[in-house]
């Protein structure tokens, strides 16, 4: 079955009374409407602050990238309610995940981020145009919620709506359907006078005026948003789903690349996918792994666009809830640690199991998401049964993590060297049991089905890392050596990803690209030159230079390094071509 695409929940009485005669983004199906509040409020704690001032300017100066990077020069943690609670969310819900992050340690270990998603607010503006939240669920309003969250050492996140309506069907930021103006500068000033920290704005229902793409409207509205922040008088985290609405299967397509490409300068996160799996009440232990491992499998991808200040995000935490094994609790921690994900949970804070718990609160793996080199993994290799991750880190150390996608514990051992210390040693902390051993020169664990070892390294004073492992590239396949043949002039070739030496690289300093002890070529220098392997001579065409957008040039001819006629059947050849926008056959992903 396919995945849900991300919040596929809009009302189905709203969309039905939407003309259809004008352009825009159809809203997948309705889930159920919200219950109501089902707790006892508890009684204030914090005044309330004074009324917001007046609306920012919508046309306020946006921030510069390097003041957007400053507001989250680490990946946020928290927690969100949406996939436990869905719209079955209060006031009271809020401030018992609250405490129980302040109790149970992890807020001190900085899941600060308290985030209310879809359906906190009324089903209408007040009559001067204000959002106004649901007076049966949050009694005492959101300005006094965001002090009382203040008043605990947390920060306040919000939830909001790039579109006419949020997709449960609330009044959403954007331009109404059929046009007119938005409400970005105006709701901009009603957070910042709440005490809002976090802004989470979602993508459903907006508006495509006639004669613009999609992408241009979500880039008008996600700008006008960012613009609409700057202007707030607030330092407010703006987290973008915009991506997640042109995402298709694992490697992604021209217009995902080119939204990644423009959302970094908006905002500090990205949901680029689809939505985690939802905790089910009525079938608590339905599997969810299968959601955890799509959401990493598109992730592990896009590296090239997380740094600091900026990071890919494939959705909630939901470790320690049901629907994951203890291992595979730990394993979502490991490999989102392991990407610079933001580590926002969405569970039942009070009830997370002893497992899920202590893998969220382990302070090594903590440590490596929040590394201020800001590098996201690359994957050194993946067969279908084993992954094999790689990310440097600010001291010079290097975490490595081996994910066992089997349904049987395997010995899985990993040779230093196929992770860029050759010759090396280095010393190996275990970061589930917190033990080093020093001196290792390749790394072995039984790695539980569907667990994860995860290691620290720190190599030795005479070691020099060097970016190793799988070229990744058009349909999630691999650059490949035909047949591990080492003749000068082998074709090189797309395949299925085997984790075998004949799909292991080396990218040199000096722009080489090499494998079985040989250079990846350009054939010539005109377009539709073959890619093959050859004798390193030095030569130009045998020089490479990888670029933000993930394409690849010959420093021979400045010709992209592509996979012949967008193809993606095993076999497919590589050549040099003229390099085109965004082109899901000119992408690669690297080792690093």
């Not at 592990?300 to 809830?321: E, M, Q, S, T, V």
Request: net charge neutral; charged share 15%; with cysteine.
């Amino acid at each position: 079955m396919p995945r849900t695409p991300l919040r596929s929940r809009v009302l189905a009485a709203l969309t039905a009374a939407i003309a259809l005669t004008i352009p825009f983004i159809t809203a997948p199906p309705a889930h159920a409407t919200a219950p109501p509040a089902h707790a006892a409020v508890p009684p204030v704690h914090a005044a309330v602050p004074p009324a917001h001032a007046t609306a920012a300017s919508a046309h306020a100066t946006p921030r510069t990238k390097a003041a957007v990077a400053l507001l989250a020069p680490t990946p946020p943690m928290g927690w969100n309610n949406w996939a436990h609670y869905e719209c079955d969310i209060n006031e009271s819900v809020v401030l018992e995940n609250a405490d129980a992050l302040v109790s149970t340690g992890l807020a001190a270990k900085g899941y600060t981020y308290v985030t209310v998603d879809d359906c906190w607010m009324a089903r209408s503006r007040s009559a001067n145009g204000d959002l106004v939240a649901d007076s049966t669920k949050f009694p005492h309003g959101m300005a006094w919620l965001g002090s009382y969250l203040h008043s605990k050492g947390l920060k306040f996140g919000i939830y909001e709506d790039a579109g006419w309506a949020t997709c449960a069907g609330y009044p959403g930021s954007g331009k109404p359907n059929g046009g007119g103006a938005d409400h970005f500068a105006h709701d901009a000033a009603t957070f910042a006078s709440w005490g809002v920290d976090y802004l989470k704005l979602d993508g459903c229902n907006v508006y495509v005026p006639s004669g613009q793409t999609k992408e241009q409207a979500y880039k008008t509205a996600y700008d006008a948003q960012a613009a609409a922040l700057a202007g707030s008088g607030r330092s407010i985290v703006f987290s973008e789903s915009a991506p997640a609405y042109f995402q298709s299967g694992e490697w992604g397509n021209p217009a995902w690349f080119s939204v990644l490409g423009w959302v970094g300068g908006d905002g500090q996160l990205w949901r680029e996918g689809y939505d985690i799996a939802t905790y089910n009440a009525s079938n608590p232990n339905a599997s969810r792994w299968g959601s955890v491992l799509g959401n990493y499998g598109y992730n592990r991808w896009i590296g090239r666009y997380a740094k600091p200040g900026n990071w890919n995000d494939p959705d909630f935490l939901i470790a320690g809830d049901p629907g994951l094994t203890a291992d595979e609790s730990r394993s979502q921690v490991a490999i989102w640690a392991m990407q610079a994900a933001p580590m926002i949970l969405s569970s039942k804070v009070n009830s997370l199991s002893s497992a899920g718990l202590a893998a969220l609160g382990n302070t090594n793996l903590i440590a490596v998401d929040q590394d201020s080199a800001g590098r996201q993994a690359g994957v050194v290799s993946s067969n279908g049964s084993t992954d094999v991750l790689a990310r440097p880190l600010a001291n010079g150390d290097r975490a490595v993590a081996v994910l066992n996608r089997t349904a049987s514990t395997q010995t899985i051992t990993t040779p230093l060297s196929t992770i860029g210390l050759n010759g090396c040693t280095a010393a190996a902390k275990d970061l589930w049991t917190g033990s080093t051993t020093s001196g290792v020169t390749s790394l072995t664990a039984g790695v539980p089905s569907h667990g994860t070892a995860i290691w620290r390294l720190t190599p030795s004073s005479t070691c020099t890392t060097v970016p190793t492992g799988q070229v990744t590239g058009d349909g999630a396949k691999c650059l490949d050596i035909t047949n591990s043949g080492t003749t000068d002039g082998t074709p090189v070739i797309l395949y299925g990803c085997t984790g075998n030496t004949n799909q292991r690289w080396t990218l040199g300093s000096d722009g080489t690209y090499r494998s079985l002890g040989k250079c990846l070529t350009a054939s010539g220098t005109t377009a539709g030159s073959a890619a093959v392997l050859s004798s390193c001579t030095g030569a130009t065409t045998q020089r490479w230079s990888a670029r933000p957008d993930g394409t690849v040039t010959s420093t021979a001819s400045g010709l992209c390094l592509d996979v012949y006629g967008g193809g993606t059947a095993d076999l497919t050849k590589i050549d040099t071509w003229t390099c085109g926008t965004h082109q899901s056959n000119q992408a690669w992903a690297l080792p690093n």
